[in-house]
């Protein structure tokens, strides 16, 4: 399994991105995926997750700007991310949690600053 992330990049504050992560491999349901953040110096943490029904969930600190959605077909996963905060700043990953195993992405920074 391979996950290829893309989208991040520069936004002012209160601007918006697209996330973007496909997956390629052996993918098959009940699997989780979602999107990570890691700031500098800091511990990497959840920021949203979709299961292969669908059900969603998003860390405190994103609810009302992030939302996660996923094409079953394409095995691609997307965060368009709203409103975004200078604190939004940091390393973003996509994952893969599957049959017990978990695959990363390569990681796409995402810098908010004016």
């Known amino acids: 399994v391979q996950l290829q992330a893309s989208g991040g990049g520069l936004v002012q504050p209160g601007g918006s991105l697209r996330l973007s992560c496909a997956a390629s491999?052996?993918?098959?349901?009940?699997?989780?995926m979602g999107w990570y953040r890691q700031a500098p110096g800091k511990q990497r943490e959840l920021v949203a997750t979709?299961?292969?029904?669908?059900?969603?969930n998003y860390a405190d600190s994103v609810k009302g700007r992030f939302t996660i959605s996923r094409d079953n077909a394409k095995n691609t996963v997307y965060l368009q991310m709203n409103s975004l905060k200078p604190e939004d700043t940091a390393v973003y990953y996509c994952?893969?949690?599957?049959?017990?195993?978990?695959?990363w992405g390569q990681g796409t920074q995402v810098t908010v600053s004016s």
């Open positions: 491999g052996s993918i098959f349901p009940p699997n989780i």
């Open positions: 979709i299961t292969s029904g669908s059900y969603t």
């Open positions: 994952n893969l949690a599957q049959n017990s195993r978990n695959y």
